[in-house]
């Protein structure tokens, strides 16, 4: 069993950056495929971001590349989406999820995920 808790959501202007977090209690002698997604009101789940813990490979959506990034603290086990030049659009619940994988085929579904964290809200204002 993985858990996973996100933080580091909050209100924010259009233009502003914010760095959120998911620390996991996993071993650490597997690899995970971990992901983040996004749920805007009434919207469905869609796939934001997802990195390989074996390799640290990484993807993005295309309609945040180039304006957010992933990094780790293998120490902490924490793992960090950062989030530059956010707009309205971005506005959503954002949560982070893992699922065990021997290699870097990230899935860019919920199905593909069995670790849910709880989500952290992401308020952005024009």
């Known amino acids: 069993q993985v858990h996973l808790e996100e933080a580091g959501g909050g209100s924010i202007t259009a233009g502003g950056s914010l760095k959120l977090s998911c620390t996991a209690s996993?071993?650490?002698?597997?690899?995970?495929?971990v992901a983040w997604f996004r749920q805007g009101p009434e919207q469905v789940r869609e796939w934001v971001a997802y990195?390989?813990?074996?390799?640290?490979?990484?993807d993005f959506a295309d309609s945040v590349k180039g304006r957010f990034s992933i990094s780790r603290d293998r120490a902490r086990n924490t793992l960090f989406l950062q989030m530059n030049n956010l707009n309205p659009n971005d506005s959503a619940s954002y949560y982070c999820?893992?699922?065990?994988?021997?290699?870097?085929?990230?899935?860019?579904?919920?199905?593909?995920?069995?670790?849910w964290g709880q989500g952290t809200q992401v308020t952005v204002s024009s």
């Open positions: 996993a071993s650490t002698y597997t690899h995970y495929c």
């Open positions: 999820a893992a699922a065990v994988s021997i290699s870097a085929s990230c899935s860019r579904r919920t199905a593909g995920y069995h670790y």
């Open positions: 990195t390989y813990t074996g390799s640290d490979e990484t």
